[in-house]
T-cell receptor, first 110, second 115 residues
C-alpha cells in the first residue's frame, strides 16, 4: 500500500513564526503536491513538484515556499505565518492514475 | 482555467437508501480525468472512482457509480445501498491528461448516512 505521511497532525504557531510542514511518500513517485483545505472552498493547490529540486506554483502560492531535496520528501514552508494561514494542509503524491493523500496537518496560527 | 462546482454543501439519507451527489465542471479540454474522492471524519482522503473523459461508458466500483455527461459537463456520483461507513466529505475533482495532472477540486459535499 502507498503510504504518505505528514510530520504533524496538529500544530499551533504564533504569527510571524517560520513553519515547516513535512511530507514523506514511500512509493518513489515523481509528482508531489501541497493543498490547503478550507470549508466551502474545497482543496486548493499551493505548490507542486515533478522531480527533485523542481517545483511549480499552484493557485495560491503567496506566503508559501517549498523544498524538495530528496524524491520521497516534499516540505511546505510558511516564511512568516499569519492568521489567514490557519487551515488544514494536505500533501499528496501521484501514482499512475490517482493521487494518494497524507492524513493532513491542522495548523492554527495565533 | 478549469473549475469544478458542487452545489450541494450537505446531504443526509437513511441507511440502505440511494443517494446522488452532483458535480459540474468547466474546461476547454477534450480529454481529461474526473474523480470522486472521499474524506471520512478524521481520516485520510481516498479515491472512490475515476472516469476517463474519452470513455463513454460510466465507471462503476461496487456500490459506487457515476453518470458522466460530457456535453453537459456533468459528473454525478451515485451511492447505492448506502452504509454508515459512507458518511464523509465527498470531493469531485478534475485533472488534465498530460503534465503533472494536478487536481482541481470542487467545494465538497458533506454526506451523512443515518441509521
Amino acid at each position: 500500500d502507498v503510504k504518505v505521511t505528514q510530520s504533524s497532525r496538529y500544530l499551533v504557531k504564533r504569527t510571524g513564526e517560520k513553519v515547516f510542514l513535512e511530507c514523506v511518500q514511500d512509493m518513489d513517485h515523481e509528482n508531489m503536491f501541497w493543498y490547503r483545505q478550507d470549508p466551502g472552498l474545497g482543496l486548493r493547490l499551493i505548490y507542486f513538484s515533478y522531480d527533485v529540486k523542481m517545483k511549480e506554483k499552484g493557485d495560491i502560492p503567496e506566503g508559501y515556499s517549498v523544498s524538495r531535496e530528496k524524491k520521497e520528501r516534499f516540505s511546505l514552508i510558511l516564511e512568516s505565518a499569519s492568521t489567514n494561514q490557519t487551515s488544514m494542509y494536505l500533501c499528496a503524491s501521484k501514482g499512475v492514475y490517482e493521487q494518494y493523500f497524507g492524513p493532513g496537518t491542522r495548523l492554527t496560527v495565533t | 482555467a478549469q473549475t469544478v462546482t458542487q452545489s450541494q454543501p450537505e446531504m443526509s439519507v437513511q441507511e440502505a437508501e440511494t443517494v446522488t451527489l452532483s458535480c459540474t465542471y468547466d474546461t476547454s479540454e477534450s480529454n481529461y480525468y474526473l474523480f470522486w474522492y472521499k474524506q471520512p471524519p478524521s481520516r485520510q482522503m481516498i479515491l472512490v472512482i475515476r472516469q476517463e473523459a474519452y470513455k463513454q461508458q460510466n465507471a462503476t466500483e461496487n456500490r459506487f457509480s457515476v453518470n458522466f455527461q460530457k456535453a453537459a459537463k456533468s459528473f454525478s456520483l451515485k451511492i447505492s445501498d448506502s452504509q454508515l461507513g459512507d458518511t464523509a466529505m465527498y470531493f469531485c475533482a478534475f485533472s488534465e491528461l498530460q503534465g503533472a495532472q494536478k487536481l482541481v477540486f470542487g467545494q465538497g459535499t458533506r454526506l451523512t448516512i443515518n441509521p
